[in-house]
């Protein structure tokens, strides 16, 4: 468990291997194996060439046409995921970790895991608008695209969730389940129902509210010179004296998503950048039970 | 007492306002998201905060002045919690009587009624002085010009006026002669007073009548025809606004047998003879020694041994020596002028005021007997051989004769050899002394009973005359002298310190030292400050 601590997998320099870590590392802790339930099925039969494996050759139909063939397969897509990722200037706060590190770690581990079951997995990356934008592929070899995608982007802009799904919205023809990565520093009321919306388009949504302990607490010390992350409003402030109204406040906030969410039967996991990956993971695994 | 050193370092105040910038520019600067929860709501908590930060400013730039103001111990115009404070009050007969409960209270000493400020305030510099500031108790600190800032002033207010009786004298108080005695009155009054005077000795009423008393000083004659003996009176006025002390007097009269005065002289003593016989002795003058007869003599500008044979003589005399270098009691000397010293201890009869203001030549040094009185360079001016005075000048030749004070300086050179020199009149506190060959018993006039103390052969000193009023002096059995203690003329004055003069001496009117009350409201800004920073 210790080895999946946010602070200490972040050494690690290449997403992948830290993917793969924290999925591996979730499975063995799982006891379970996530394939149950998902099987390959049968496409047809292809002319052995030099270099194929030698165990996926069809040997009793060699018996039969003393020719070597190679099943196969078609893998049972039934999912497909949308890994909708704010990429905010907001979200790159956090001392050890940012909240953007963060969620784009969890990002990788569950594409690295869903495309492990052969679903289809595509990103979006957004501010107040959609940055980058990946459709979702059931191949392993499209996780080194996410991953570089992820690794590329770095947080900036002005963060406005509604706005970046409503553009998201036509672009997703198929239904899927998309799973958001955010600090939803919005109104509150205005990402309810973009939310509300692509539920109502038949698409299962899973919301990872993405929080640093300090946004909770708001454990300050001194005064200081606060500087807003995505306006650059400057304010001296004296934490002490703000701490009780800032967290009931921020409660409220918290609370205004809980209860709007609810209602759709729409997931909502807040994570705090200080707990490990797999407890996220297991939520998600938890939802995806239940979809299957 | 303040320490303005102190002010030296207010350039300090600087320090806060540095460390004001300082922390500002050094302000840490941490980039938030979720400032919407601060910016859009509390904008009264970010006015209170920017306000905060003067606030503090201020009260650290405060704490420092009330440091520097409470090591200068800056005066202050109320009173503050001050432990260390002492209550000193005046208790002089001006005041009246004052009691003082439950505080520390110490009393002022006072001589001849008159308050010892200046040694007493010099031991005690911090305090609540109660004093109604009457003038003569500040005399001696006014001269010295000293200034005691640590005491506090409250001030005692004069009645509206006062009539006391200040002073008294009589001329020689001989039997079967009228005398006079003559009583000084002071009206303190804006106005003319009109006030029942009585006269009385121990038994019965001398004298009562009506006066009309001017402003200012009054002289009040009274004459009196008594017989021969020692005589305690008083003099009561009426005065019921002013001060109660000072309107009765005490005063005590040796009414004495006339005396024959017979002068011993070559030239006829013109002086002596006029200042004599205006002092209604009978005198005589004579020429040859064998002719001295009387009860008392004088022997003029003796320069002859036979001449001092006289010494064996059982009546009392004086000797005037001119100084022949071979007599056994004198010595010659080149002419030497200086003042005589007033008052000596051992012997109050001889102390005569305004004696000094003579410069007195003489041309020789008496070298036996007893000293009573010296000039200023240390020479023996009056000596005491038995019952005979030698002094070292001519009273005849020398300027003192031409001087006011010749008549009553011979009166008391008369008095001194005579019986009866146990009556006196003195002032409060002023030492008694006394002449007995048995131990003598001191009764007050409150009948207390003391014992004075031995000073020499047959002399006693008593110093514990505390109370106005008539002190008997007995042998045991019968009394042999009295004395009448007064209050000092002074005290009877409605004359009080200026407000410029208190000022100048008590460093400004209810003034306190202000250390701890700024000490004090520090730690409150101190405190005041924690709580802004949310230390506490």
Redesign the interface.
Known sequence: MELLKPEVLEKIRTLNLRAKIIVKGFLTGLHESPYHGFSLEFKQHRPYHKGDPINKINWKLYARTERFYLKKYQAETNLSALLLLDKS?????GEKIS?FHYARTLAASLAYLLLQQNDSVGLVLFDSKIESFIPARSKMNHLKHLLGTLSKNEPSGKTSISDAIFQLLPLIKKRSLCILFS?L?EEPGKVIKIINVMKAKKHEVIVFHILDRK?LDFS?Q?????????DS??????P???KV??KN??NQ?ISSYRNGLAPKRIDYFQVITDIPYDKALTEYLEKRKRLS | MSFPVFFLLFPLVIVPIIIHLISRRKLKKIDFPSLLFIVKNDARLIRWFRLKRIFLLIIRIGFIILLILAAANLKIPFAFFSPLETLIVDKSPSMGRIEIKGKKTLIVPTSSGIPQFFSYLKKRPIGILITDAQRNGFREILKEGEKFPGIRIKKASFPEGNLGIVGASAGPTFEEEKFVINFKILNEYKEKKKTRLILKTERKILKEESEILKVGENLLSFELNLRKGLYQLSLELEDEKGFGFDNKFYFVVSVQKKKNICILSDAYPERLIAALSASYFEVKWVKETADVRGDFFFVCDVNEKDELDLLRNASPGIFCLQGEKNTSISNKVPDRISTIVEGSPLNGSLHLKNLSEIPVRYNCLITEGETLMYFENGDPFISKIKNHLILPISLEKNDISLHPVFIPFLFSLINSLSEGTNSRNILLDEPLEIKSSAEPQIISPEGDKYKPYRVGENNYIFKETKECGIYRITDGNTIIGLAAVNTHPSESRLESLSDEELKYIFGGKGFENGAVFFLFIALLFFVLSLFLERKI
Do not use: C, H, P, Q
């Open positions: 200037n907001s979200m790159g706060f909240k600090d520093l946004e300050f001194d005064e200081s010179l606060f500087r807003d992350m995505e409003k400057t304010i001296i402030v004296d002490k004296s703000l109204l800032y406040k921020f906030f």
